[in-house]
């Protein structure tokens, strides 16, 4: 139990203390690598496919954290309105690419009758 | 309320704070679960009306009112059954998804002049938002469901909805065009005054895009003729048609949230929100923002008129789907792309060069301006630069 | 995720002073949890459609992250289109996997423990960049955001109206976005109609069951009396129960 | 073939692979109008083929009809097409009438011309109001129930059922009219007549009735020979064909001197001794727009009939006479009688061997023949267009599963 509590103490600041650039950027991160891993790993299309939407979602966290002007601490200057205008433009071209994607995907589903990209060797010498 | 707390009854802040929200969230809650139960009533009174029949008249109380507690009761003592082949987790959850995403955006939703769950700067935006999210309740019971007829309702309503969004939100900008805030209590607040200054009577191409409005809602919350999902004589029950008991209940109480957001929507959007076609009020030299209570007084009547004509909408809507044969689903589609968007679009232009045109509207003085300069906002030949502030607020007509 | 319990364990515990609770901190601990959670999630599931829900649902967190930071704007613009987008990608998953072996293609073991090694070491690699700075660590007090629908709206025809950051290029010199929000709207066109040609439905001369049944010779009697398909049926029943 | 296949707009090949789906449509649906099960084989939402099947019903009730007296039989007969039972009754009697060779009073004649044809509006008003239920509108169809009911009280008033009558019997009635019921009549037809013109509002003419309706379901008049269809389905692709007027002696005897148009599009149009709805210009001959406005003219007709009947009964003086008793006995032989019934030709064969219980009985069911095109119908049609088809020919499961 105490080991607990004396592990979690340092946790309590989570609560206690604002929320600063680096908490959006750990949770950035973790959208980031999920994605990655998820696009590395699946052999599904669709599932590649939501890899790359984690993955830009995560840049988007940290694209709104910099341009948040209240998580700005001393020393640092927020990216302002530029910011949110990339993430912005981001959605834009993730839902585009989403669109393309999906059309890709659904070509390849017809020709070979399942969306494995594993089995996508076509052009392998 | 919060303010109350702390400082008269000397509640800790967060204590203070944590009453207040969670006041809100039970009066909207009950705006739904109520509204819901009152709906289901009169729905069935309608139907009766129009059926040359009574409706419910035994179960109790005056004109079998007790009637839809009754049948609540029976939804929550029937047996919850879940098909064999069904996917568990997602078809516990669909119906709470449905429910959440109909209750959000209650949240956004003003019911008078500061009356509000939380006020945000892109409350309309928000609503039709979360809106869209109902959808995947739909669907996810659909295919959970494991039933061929659940999946063919949830396609339908995939299909259908997602297709509706873009002229709904269309329709939707046009007010947002015209009051220059994406804030509905703003949009509300710029329509107050007579009659006329409600944006339906704004210009023709407004009063036009009020009924493909009304058309888009009309499907996008999948009441008749736009009821494929759950289709009858089709689909059995559509998307729901596995469910039972209180779940299914959760599908119909997000369906009547919906049909009183998409009401209340259209009374803020285009009829002058919580405001009367007689500023009695303001006749009466009563205003709602000054915060003592007479002020609270104008704002319950406020209220009492958004929600009576947001229970209007739901009346109408009531009347048509015990009135018209339901649609098919490419008929539907076809309302869709070949109607409802273009009309949509052409409105939506002819409402900005109209803005253009006519600031004023047609007869000055009768309306209030519909767009406001704000300090610093003028475009000019090398950027923006500064507007004196003595024409702030003052409407200025921008050269195209 | 496991911050959670142990918070509670702490809550439980140690005399926490309530009032000393930052909300906003609070609210950002959950959506931020559900983000990540189901970030996560989305990566362990098999099935195709549970996938897309988790992944609704750490959209949907992050959005209200994005509203927590003062992204009002960009937050409903994530509920709208991104988890609306996704939406339309579980429906095509649903589509796509009627059959059972669609629903879940796994990856090999091998796959996940070399994934599993590369994602920790690029998270470490990640975290270690996040903290490394330290004014990104240190958040500012009492600075209230400005409504930013209205900027963003008008930077994208081109007008800046936000007020500058600090050392940021005068009013009237800063970039509008006309430009880029042009070549977006084009973009989007684009893909459109080339998303839509890609998956377009064309139109055959004969239906592709009828071709296959035209090459049964039809009944003479079926000739006088032409009717769309008809040749198809006297080719056969599939049905359960057919005809004799 | 091709050009028609160019023309159709329902055909589209998607280029996705797409898999095809079995599904069960029925026997419990809300929309197969009693235990039909239509196994669809669907392609998204659209249908590729249509498969009914049928005999959740079955009863023996032939066989039961060798075991029985021929006046026995009659209640069976109520439970055939239990929508026009009176209809069925005639059908039968008029087949033992036809193999004894006998021949029932004047004022019998007249009267069972009064009661089928009340008969035929009841069972019209349900198929119609049953349709709009199945194209997702409620209100007609209690609309129409409400006019129905009307009907039953004045048969329950005549016979003392509501449903099941055997009210004409071989030989006869069973009963005369009571006192004031003639009068009860005419004002119920008084009533009924502008509520029709209600109906042609929220169905007939209703622009979305319409799209659903129009151009589905197309079956050419060769198509509904060539299955055997009848009644308003057949008059609805613009045959000209109606028992009443083309059928047996025996049969059109019944309606000899009653004045009375079939109908069915003849030169392009309706018969005009009514002011109608104008036909749409989406609607093509042969589809379910067509043979729902025939059965809806059908029942302005059959409300003219009765009429005359009225005028005609109350002319004939003397006793209605009574029917044959249960035991007489018939000629050896056997009698193939069709009558028109509201679903379509119903026919009733039976060979005696001279005593009073048929030694063969067989019955031709409209309905069987008609919901036998439905597959042919709905080929290529969407899911949601099954429902307007099948509905459209307006089928009784008793009467097909017998």
């Not at chain 4, 209605?320 to 119903?346: F, R, S, V």
Request: charge should be neutral; proline fraction near 5%.
């Amino acid at each position: 139990m105490n080991i607990v509590v004396a592990s979690a103490v340092p946790l309590l600041g989570l609560i206690t203390e604002p929320v600063s650039v680096a908490h959006y950027l750990v949770v950035g991160a973790i959208l980031f690598v999920s994605g990655v891993v998820c696009m590395a790993m699946k052999r599904n299309a669709l599932g590649v496919l939501m890899g790359i939407e984690l993955v830009l979602n995560g840049a988007n966290v940290n694209f709104v954290a910099f341009a948040s002007p209240y998580l700005q601490g001393e020393g640092s200057r927020s990216l302002g309105l530029d910011g949110q205008v990339i993430a912005l433009f981001v959605i834009l071209l993730a839902a585009a690419e989403a669109a393309v994607a999906l059309a890709i995907t659904l070509n390849f589903y017809n020709n070979h009758a399942t969306v494995d990209v594993d089995r996508a060797d076509d052009l392998k010498g | 309320m919060a303010e109350f707390l702390i400082n008269t009854v000397r509640l800790p802040a967060w204590l203070a704070w944590s009453v207040t929200a969670g006041v809100a969230a039970a009066l909207i809650l009950n705006v739904i679960a109520g509204g819901a139960l009152v709906f289901i009533w009169a729905e069935r009174k309608i139907a009766g009306r129009i059926q040359d029949r009574l409706g419910p008249t035994r179960t109790g109380g005056k004109f079998g009112w007790l009637q839809s507690l009754a049948d609540g009761l029976k939804l929550l003592a029937k047996e919850d059954l879940m098909p064999d082949g069904a996917d568990g987790m997602l078809f516990r959850l669909a119906p709470y998804v449905s429910f959440c995403a109909s209750f959000c955006a209650f949240i956004a939703l003003p019911f008078a002049f500061d009356f509000i769950g939380q006020r945000m700067n892109v409350g309309v935006f928000f609503v039709i938002a979360v809106l869209g999210i109902e959808v995947f309740g739909v669907i996810l019971a659909g295919y959970a469901s494991a039933s061929k007829w659940s999946l063919f309702g949830a396609m339908r309503e995939a299909a259908q909805v997602v297709s509706y969004e873009v002229p709904l939100g269309m329709c939707v900008v046009v007010p947002v065009m015209l009051a220059g805030s994406m804030d509905l209590v703003t949009i509300a607040e710029k329509q107050a005054g007579w009659l006329t200054n409600w944006y339906l009577f704004h210009d023709p191409f407004t009063f036009v895009i009020f009924w493909v409005y009304v058309t888009c809602a009309v499907a996008s919350v999948n009441r008749a003729p736009f009821d494929l999902a759950e289709a009858e004589s089709e689909l059995v029950a559509g998307f729901h048609t596995e469910y039972s008991g209180l779940r299914w209940s959760y599908f119909f109480m997000a369906e009547y949230g919906s049909m009183f957001l998409v009401s209340a929507l259209a009374a803020l959007l285009f009829l002058g929100g919580w405001n009367g076609p007689v500023p009695v009020a303001s006749l009466l030299g009563l205003s709602e923002g000054t915060g003592d209570t007479a002020s609270y007084f104008v704002r319950l009547l406020g209220m009492a008129n958004l929600l009576g004509k947001a229970s209007l909408g739901v009346l109408i809507m009531m009347w048509i789907r015990w009135t018209l044969p339901r649609l098919r689903i490419d008929q539907v589609m076809m309302t869709c792309l070949k109607y409802c968007t273009p009309l949509a679009a052409a409105m939506f232009l002819g409402a900005m060069l109209w803005q253009i045109a006519l600031p004023g509207g047609l007869v000055p003085g009768l309306r209030r301006p519909a767009g406001e300069i704000r300090e610093g906002w003028l475009p000019g030949p090398g950027g923006a630069f500064k507007v004196r502030s003595a024409d702030v607020g003052k409407v200025v007509q921008v050269s195209p | 995720m496991s911050a959670l319990p142990m918070i509670a364990g702490a809550l439980i515990a140690a005399p926490l002073p309530v009032a000393a609770i930052n909300w906003h901190s609070l609210f950002f601990l959950l959506f931020a949890s559900v983000s990540c959670g189901f970030a996560v999630a989305v990566v362990a599931a098999d099935n195709v459609v549970r996938m897309a829900f988790y992944l609704v649902l750490s959209l949907g967190a992050t959005a209200g992250l994005f509203f927590l930071a003062g992204a009002e704007f960009l937050g409903a613009m994530q509920l709208m289109i991104y988890v609306g987008g996704t939406l339309v990608l579980l429906v095509f998953g649903v589509m796509l996997t009627a059959q059972a072996p669609l629903v879940a293609i796994k990856g090999s073991g091998r796959d996940r423990v070399l994934a599993g090694i590369v994602g920790v070491a690029l998270l470490a690699l990640l975290l270690q960049a996040a903290f490394s700075v330290k004014p990104w660590r240190a958040p500012a007090a009492g600075v209230v955001a400005e409504p930013a629908a209205t900027p963003i709206g008008m930077s994208l025809v081109g007008v800046r109206v936000d007020e500058p950051a600090v050392g940021a290029p005068a009013a009237n010199k800063r970039p509008g976005y006309m430009l880029p929000f042009e070549i977006v709207s084009i973009h989007l066109l684009v893909v459109l109609v080339g998303a839509a040609y890609l998956a377009r439905a064309k139109r055959r001369k004969v239906p592709r069951a009828i071709e296959v049944a035209a090459s049964v010779e039809p009944p003479a009697s079926v000739a006088e009396h032409a009717s769309i398909g008809r040749e198809r049926h006297r080719s056969g029943s599939v049905l359960a129960g057919g005809r004799p | 073939m091709a050009q028609m296949l160019d023309d159709d707009p329902r055909i589209i090949e998607f280029d996705v692979r797409t898999d095809e789906m079995l599904v069960n449509m029925g026997p419990q649906h809300p929309s197969t109008h009693g235990v039909l099960r239509l196994v669809l084989r669907t392609d998204g939402e659209v249908v590729s083929e249509v498969e009914p099947h049928i005999g959740y019903l079955h009863r023996c009730a032939e066989k039961i009809g060798e075991n029985l007296t021929h006046r026995q039989w009659i209640p069976y007969t109520d439970r055939m097409d239990y929508l026009a039972a009176m209809n069925m009754n005639l059908g039968w009697a008029l087949a033992v009438e036809k193999l004894m060779k006998y021949q029932v009073s004047e004022k019998a004649r007249h009267l069972r011309v009064l009661i089928v044809e009340l008969n035929r509006i009841a069972s019209h008003l349900v198929g119609m109001g049953a349709y709009g239920l199945d194209l997702g509108t409620f209100s007609p169809f209690l609309y129409a129930f409400r006019e129905r009911e009307k009907i039953l009280d004045l048969f329950e008033e005549a016979c003392g059922a509501r449903l099941t009558y055997s009210y004409i019997t071989v030989g006869g009635l069973t009963a005369d009219l009571p006192s004031g019921w003639l009068v009860k009549c005419e004002a119920f037809l008084e009533q009924f007549e502008p509520i029709i013109q209600e109906y042609h509002a929220l169905l007939t003419t209703n622009a979305i009735f319409v799209k659903r309706t129009a151009n589905i379901g197309v079956m050419s008049p060769e198509l509904a020979i060539e299955y055997g269809c009848s009644g308003p389905v057949l008059r609805g692709s613009g045959v000209d064909q109606d028992m009443r007027r083309d059928g047996e002696a025996i049969y059109t005897a019944m309606y000899d001197s009653y004045a009375f148009e079939v109908a069915v599009m003849k030169d392009g149009h309706y018969p005009r001794d009514h002011v109608y709805p104008a036909v749409p210009a989406d609607a093509v001959l042969g589809d379910c727009w067509h043979r729902f406005f025939v059965r809806m003219l059908e029942v302005v007709q059959s409300m003219d009939l009765v009429r005359q009947a009225i005028d005609r009964y109350s002319a004939c003086k003397g006793p209605l006479g009574e029917p044959l008793k249960l035991t007489e006995k018939m000629p050896a032989g056997d009698a193939y009688l069709e009558t028109e019934c509201p679903k379509g030709q119903m026919g009733f064969y039976l060979v005696s061997d001279g005593s009073a219980i048929p030694w063969r009985v067989r019955a031709r069911s409209s309905s069987f023949s008609n919901l036998a095109v439905a597959h042919e119908l709905c080929r290529g049609c969407l899911i949601a267009d099954v429902p307007a088809i099948v509905g459209s020919l307006d089928i009784v499961m008793g009467e097909i599963d017998r």
